[in-house]
């Protein structure tokens, strides 16, 4: 979970600032790429002091992860009609929707790219993914609830097997998926769960959700 | 799949050319990742001419492609165990066991990389990976014919959902994954696969295999 003083809201300018700093992120990252991206430069696009954004977040990784935890938390609503497949599909269509979102996407396919050969950019996406799969297991254990689903599933397991489904065709496989890879993703997800392949087990090493800090950029 | 004058391989001279220039990408690669990889340092560390590179391979994608295709045909046996579970199992661990190869993960890493943002790069591992799709589909027919699977089971999208599931984890969600990340795509794919959420369909545009030529680098 994102903390710390990024994620606090009080109304007014402090709000403002934190908005044109969100805004100033994505256009930096959409037009410089992450590797392009640094904390002078978001100041001058905000209109701010770096200062104001090292004393917020720290670093450039902290402000990176809380504006994609704010993505993670802001675009995709938590579905509920009643029946595991519908939640599912619904969820991997607004999965589908928003990384391909103009006002994001490039945004954050640079820090996806990253990602592969870059710790701290590895990090900063590991949050987003945590937030988002956070907020969604509410259908797994809905769905469990109402007994679909076999005791003891993994209800982060699911939802990460579907964003995995998606991201790969968006980001590895090169297509720009649409509606018909969302509906697979969720149909795979779903019988996976109900057969029980995303049963809980112990894991040596969580690595998604509780790994340690990695490296970060200053 | 691969065709030109790059895959024919009479022995001798040739053959070791070849070797040598296969070698060579890879070091780059390693070295100087996908944007810094180029005709004339690999013609020069393979001990070549570019033109010899250009008129075998056309150009650098070209070149690139067919050691991709090379690597996912060389790596990977396909395993006959007799059931689908065993299998598929089988086949994850070797695919994670490549992918982690200490010899060409920094290289493969590279492309993925470059793959998120840049559509040549996205179409040399499109290759890659249809090659090796191809190559594991046997194994999902087989357990077609000793009636373990749904009849209309997409071979391509079983194997697809397996890749995609450990490429994930690596390349995306950033754990190095192990045997267990292994076993659980390859317990998801065949759950999905049994229970028919990987049925064969018209699809309006199946990019991982068609997909026209995208821009080539020279």
């Known amino acids: 979970m994102v ?37 002078e430069r978001v100041a001058a696009r905000a209109g ?15 402000l990176l992860a809380d504006v994609m935890a704010e993505l993670a938390q802001q675009r995709i609503p938590v579905p509920d009609a009643g029946d595991l497949g ?28 990253a990602a592969v050969q870059d710790p ?14 956070a907020a969604m297991t509410t259908i797994i254990d809905r769905a469990a609830r109402r007994g679909e689903l076999p005791p003891g599933t993994d209800a982060a397991a699911v939802i990460e097997t579907l964003t995995a489904l998606i991201y790969y065709r ?12 969302a509906d697979g993703a969720a149909a795979i997800a779903a019988a996976a769960a109900r057969a029980g392949a995303l ?20």
């Not at 994620?7 to 992450?34: F, K, N, Q, S």
């Not at 701010?48 to 902290?62: N, Q």
């Open 120 to 133: 701290a950019a590895r990090d900063v996406l590991s949050r987003f993914l945590a937030v988002r799969v």
């Open 199 to 218: 049963a809980r087990k112990p894991r040596s090493g969580d690595g998604l959700r509780t790994r340690p800090g990695s490296p970060r950029r200053a």
């Open 48 to 62: 701010i002091s770096k200062t104001t954004i090292y004393r917020r977040w720290r670093s450039l990784d902290g």
């Open 86 to 113: 519908s939640d599912l599909r619904a969820l991997a269509r607004s999965v589908v929707a928003s990384v391909r979102d103009p006002a994001i996407s490039a945004a954050f396919a640079s820090i996806v790219a």
């Open 3 to 39: 903390e710390g003083p990024g994620t606090v809201r009080p109304g007014g300018r402090t709000a403002r600032t934190r908005a044109a700093v969100m805004r100033a992120v994505i256009d930096e990252l959409t037009e410089h790429g992450y590797r392009g991206t640094t904390v």
């Open 170 to 181: 968006l980001f590895i496989a090169g297509d720009p998926p649409g509606q018909d890879v």
